[in-house]
Structure formats: C-alpha cells, structure tokens
C-alpha cells in the first residue's frame, strides 16, 4: 500500500544549526525548494536535506505540523565507509554509541536538538548517507499503534523482550516502543511526521479511517497531486501523497 518514506520531520529550535550539523557535519545536500513535495511548503523556518530517497526536514515550530521531538531514527551509509564516519564524527568531537546486528555496526549520536541519529551499514550505493531505514515512534499502548500500521501494509518482524516494542517492516523499518530508553538512550519520537509516497492516497486513510482524529487534504505539488494528512491514535502525523 505504502511504496515510500519521502519525508521525516523533526522539530529544531535553530534552523541554522541544524544547517551547519546535517550539511557539514554529516555532509547532507541541503534541498531546493522546488524538488521537495508540496504538502511540505514551509519557507524559510524549515530547511530539508537529501536522505536518499527521502526528505530529512529540520523545521522551527511555528505551525503544525510541527515536526518530531527527541526522535530517533537510523540513516543508511555504505557498509565500506563505516570507519571513516567513526574516524571524522570522533575527531569532531562528538561522543558516540556502537552497535552491531548481526554482520552490520551502527553508530550512534545526537543532534543539536536531542534528536539520536543512526549511520548504520546497509546495502546502499552511497556516497554518504542514502536513506533513512528505520523510525522510532513512541506509542502509548503497543497493540493498539501496531494494528493501526499493520493495516497500512506494515508487517510485524520483532517484539522486545516484556513487550515495551515492536518492530514492524513496511517502506522502512517501524519501530513502535512504549515510553523507555533503548540503545544509546535513545526515546521514541512523539508528534512525528511522517510522509508515505502511495498510488491511493485516500485508500490508505480509508484503511485506518475509524481511528483517525481528523482527514485533512493539503495542497499537493506543482503537478496537481494532492497529499492527505491524518493524526494516529498517538499524535504522529502521517501524510499520504502520490508520488
């Protein structure tokens, strides 16, 4: 049903330093304008940066949606560049976290807004970072959240020990968690937002419409295309446009 994360927001107090640390630090190609979907218009208090396929939004809360708090989320780096990135993130003075799944490490470090980043090895071309391949959402009740993405064709692959998360696959890895600190004392995001590229817009909030607080269609890109907004049980706002 869901084809593709095109956008992760997160919500920053300083739009420049968030600047000067996804565009130097972690050498991110800052967006036009122009080449980001329209549902996403927001001028000069949000700034976006490439992640792969995906729209990384740095965004100042001066509307809603606003973008995601302490939101931890993984980007994807080519599996042969994993030590450089350690190498230049530890000189550059940042104080970082690893881990290892299986035959591939991450490394872990935070924002200038508290927000955890991944850099996990994955299959991908690179250079750089090319993709965001896993969200952490916080939930307030697990079967709830997960049967509401369930129904949007995620699918579920993990449940944590005592049951505090799960993990679910669908254009990206979706981790739901009740309110704890995982790896690197990471929490999940709350009031995050999310936009989901789908040939049927209105058939994907059709799907979950009964648990919807509200449906609300937004201007959509110079093409026409239109982007429908909804808020889940939780707060996290998903947007579902065409690509």
């Not at 976006?48 to 994807?76: E, I, K, N």
């Not at 449940?159 to 993990?167: K, L, M, N, P, Y």
Request: aromatic share 8%; with cysteine.
């Amino acid at each position: 049903m869901l084809s593709g994360l095109s956008w992760l927001a997160l919500e920053v107090k300083d739009v420049a330093a968030s600047r000067e640390f996804y565009g130097d630090v972690l050498d991110m190609e800052l967006l036009a304008d122009d080449v980001v979907p329209g549902a996403l218009a927001r001028g000069s208090e949000q700034a976006a940066f490439a992640a792969g396929d995906t729209a990384l939004v740095c965004r100042r809360p001066d509307a809603v949606p606003r973008g995601g708090l302490h939101t931890h989320y993984a980007m994807s780096i080519p599996a042969g560049e994993y030590d450089d990135w350690w190498t230049r993130l530890e000189d550059a003075g940042f104080d970082l976290d690893e881990h290892t799944f299986g035959d591939a490490r991450s490394l872990y470090l935070y924002d200038p807004d508290g927000n955890c980043v991944e850099l996990g090895q994955q299959p991908v071309e690179g250079p750089g970072i090319d993709g965001v391949f896993e969200v952490v959402l916080e939930v307030a009740d697990l079967d709830v959240a997960q049967e509401f993405y369930a129904d949007l064709g995620f699918e579920t692959v993990d449940e944590g020990a005592g049951r505090e998360r799960v993990r679910m696959h669908g254009p990206m890895a979706l981790e739901l968690w009740e309110p704890h600190l995982g790896l690197a004392d990471a929490r999940g995001g709350v009031h995050v937002d999310l936009g989901f590229a789908t040939d049927d817009p209105d058939a994907a909030v059709d799907a979950v419409a009964d648990r919807v607080t509200d449906r609300e269609r937004v201007e959509g890109d110079a093409g026409g295309t239109d982007a429908v907004r909804v808020h889940d049980p939780d707060g996290h706002v998903p947007t579902f446009h065409a690509p």
